[in-house]
C-alpha cells in the first residue's frame, strides 16, 4: 500500500480553517430553550467538529461528519485530495456519503484514511458503497490503512497520534509544528512525546464540567500547558460550554475557544 498518494517535496505553507468547533449535536442544539443555543452571536453557532488544510497543491479534512455537505460549500472547497478520520462516532463519519460530488467531479474514488478497525466501520455505515454491484452514483472510497508511522500528502506532512476516548483508541494528528486532538479525554506518555515541539495544539474542551470521554476546559488547558505551546484552540465545544464571548473572556491570553471559520497558518 503506498504511503503516499501524491508526494511532492517542497515545503509550503499550511492554511488551516476550522469548519466546525462543536460537539455531536452541534451549537445551537435542536429544540433546545438554553440561551446558548439562542445566541444571535456567529461564534456561538457550531457546526460539528472538523478542520481543513489547503496548500496550493494539496486539500485535506480531518472527519467528514453530518455537517460535511455544508461546510464544503461555506468553505468554497473545489477540490478535495483525502480525508483524515479519527474515529467512526457519527459525528466525525455520517457526511462521507457527500463525497460523491467530488467524485463525479474527478472521475475518481475520495481517498480516505482510517484505522483497520474504522475501515470495517465504514464498510458497515456504508455498506451500498461496497457492494458488488453497487446502485449507480453511490459513493466511491479509496481506502487506505491509518497508523503511527509518519507519512506525506502532497505537501503535507502527516502523524497520526495515538489518543484514548474513554476506551475507544482513537487518532489525532500533527501536523508539523501544529497538532489537531479532537474527541479525547486521555493522551498517552508515548502520544505526549509525539507531540513535543508542536507551536499550535487544538484540542477537544467540551465543555467546563468534567466528562467521561472529552476533556473539559480546565483538563485541556493543562495539555496546552504541559507542552508549552505557544497558542491553544479549544474544540468540539457544547453549548453547556457558555457564550463563546463569556468564557473566552476567562481564558489565558494565548487560549481561545475555537469558531468556525476560524483560520491561520502553520
Ligand atoms: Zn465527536
Ligand atoms: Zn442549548
Ligand atoms: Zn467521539
Not at 455537505?69 to 466525525?92: E, N, P
Not at 463519519?93 to 470495517?120: H, W
Not at 497520526?160 to 506518555?189: K, W
Amino acid at each position: 500500500m503506498p504511503r503516499m498518494l501524491f508526494l511532492c517535496n517542497k515545503k509550503s505553507k499550511v492554511k488551516v480553517t476550522v469548519l466546525g468547533s462543536g460537539t455531536s449535536q452541534g451549537v445551537p442544539v435542536i429544540a433546545c430553550p438554553c440561551p446558548v443555543c439562542a445566541s444571535a452571536d456567529e461564534h456561538d453557532k457550531r457546526l460539528r467538529s472538523s478542520i481543513l488544510l489547503q496548500t496550493a497543491s494539496t486539500t485535506l479534512v480531518v472527519d467528514a461528519g453530518p455537517d460535511f455537505r455544508q461546510q464544503m460549500l461555506r468553505a468554497g472547497v473545489k477540490k478535495l485530495d483525502a480525508i483524515l478520520i479519527s474515529h467512526t462516532h457519527k459525528d466525525h463519519i455520517a457526511g462521507l456519503d457527500d463525497v460523491r460530488s467530488f467524485n463525479y467531479l474527478t472521475g475518481k474514488p475520495m481517498p480516505v484514511f482510517a484505522c483497520k478497525r474504522d475501515q470495517e466501520e465504514i464498510r458497515h455505515e456504508f455498506s451500498y458503497a461496497f457492494t458488488k454491484n453497487p446502485y449507480p452514483g453511490v459513493p466511491e472510497y479509496d481506502l487506505h490503512e491509518l497508523t503511527t508511522e509518519p507519512f506525506q500528502l502532497g505537501d503535507i506532512p502527516i502523524q497520526a497520534v495515538e489518543l484514548l476516548h474513554m476506551h475507544l483508541s482513537v487518532f489525532g494528528f500533527r501536523f508539523g509544528r501544529f497538532a489537531y486532538l479532537t474527541d479525547v479525554n486521555h493522551i498517552p506518555p508515548k502520544s505526549m512525546k509525539v507531540l513535543e515541539g508542536i507551536e499550535i495544539l487544538m484540542i477537544d474542551a467540551l465543555r467546563k464540567k468534567p466528562h467521561l470521554s472529552h476533556f473539559n476546559l480546565e483538563q485541556a488547558i493543562e495539555v496546552a500547558e504541559q507542552l508549552a505551546v505557544k497558542t491553544a484552540y479549544f474544540t468540539h465545544i457544547s453549548h453547556l460550554m457558555g457564550f463563546h464571548r463569556e468564557v473566552q473572556a476567562e481564558l489565558p491570553a494565548n487560549m481561545f475557544l475555537a469558531w468556525d471559520g476560524l483560520s491561520f497558518e502553520i
